[in-house]
């Protein structure tokens, strides 16, 4: 196999055979015969039983913005992508050419696995980034995404290309939300900014998102503030981006008809301090333990109104609180679902099933939507921004008769 990564990493003219087996959604060896022409490389080469030897990433994909940017991570850490010449099928599962391969056997090879496998078996249970260089890579990236990925492991000849430089994905601004709309958003920055409240903002430059920055003393404008925004989003900060913040402003901001989005650490201050009706709980700590779950979306709600993928979202084991409201007009978005963990600890998981994980709460004559989760998570969580848009979209009437 020292001949096979060497032409990988030289690229080799022509097309070069790659002798695959395709099993959707599981991992796997491989056998590289030359092109027509080229150098024959033995076809009998051994391989540890269950090794993976490519990826398979269809270019079919409910998101193409958020395949391309799969593609992009992968060219930037240096790993090669090819693409298939010709149709072709594994079992029940059938492949058009085009289809990206990514060959274990390559100098990124443990970058590769994080970023490309099925996140349930990329490195076990408890998988933790992989650094190359000075770059920490995301495990489970194809599930945050929302793309597909499939793995081989047995092995049949087909022709694909040398190594291809993806295109670079496009971020359209979502309809609503940009600078010609007329909904506009207001962001809470605290100083010293966390990476969370980062990602966010990173997030809606990306999609053009038009908003507007709010220092801790805007937020106490009340109804002043709502002449000039119609949402107010609380990122997820950490408990200290929260702990002198004064509530009384969001809510004359709220009885005036505003919309509040709080994340994560903004959701646990909003249902203390803005006294949501309902029952929170708080999850205890677990050695900082996380996992990453499905989620089961409501797709009546306005909030998941795009959502085009399963959702999947990342929890930590604790400190953290999940609320269940007690509204008759208020409603659970989502909830999340243990019985399908892509990643990380089974106890953590188990803590949240069946707990909501995304409310609706009618509040005054606005709203309140709360995500237990960051939606915008590492900034790359994209197949969980249609959730976001769709509260930041949100109007105060559009909760009733769903």
Known sequence: MSR?????????AGTVRVRLALVPLALVPLVVAAGAGGPQIPCAARHEAGEVIAYIIPQQQPDQTALLTLLGVLHDRGIEVRRALVPFASGRVRYSAGAYIVLASQPHADAAAVLASRPDTASGPRSTPVRTGADTVTPALPALLGVGVAAVRDSFPIPVTPPVVPRAPRYGTPAG???SAR????????AGVGRPMAWTRSTLDRYGVRYAPLAAGALLAGGALRQR?????LPDGGAAAFATLDGSGLRAFLDAGGTIVAVG????????TLRLPGRFDDIAATDGDSALVRVGIDRGSTVAADMVAHAVAWVAGGPAT???PDTVHARVVARYDASDIAMGSPEVARAY???PAITDIPQGKGRVVLFGFDPAYRGVSLSTLPLLWGALRLRPDSSRGE
């Open 177 to 179: 939300l940009g600078d």
């Open 322 to 324: 999940v609320f269940a």
């Open 183 to 190: 909904r506009v958003v207001g962001v809470y920055v605290p």
């Open 4 to 12: 096979v990564n060497s032409l990988a990493k030289r690229g080799v």
């Open 229 to 233: 925004y119609d949402v107010v989003l």
């Open 265 to 272: 650490s903004g959701a646990q201050w909003a249902i203390r």
């Open 353 to 355: 099933d069946g707990r």
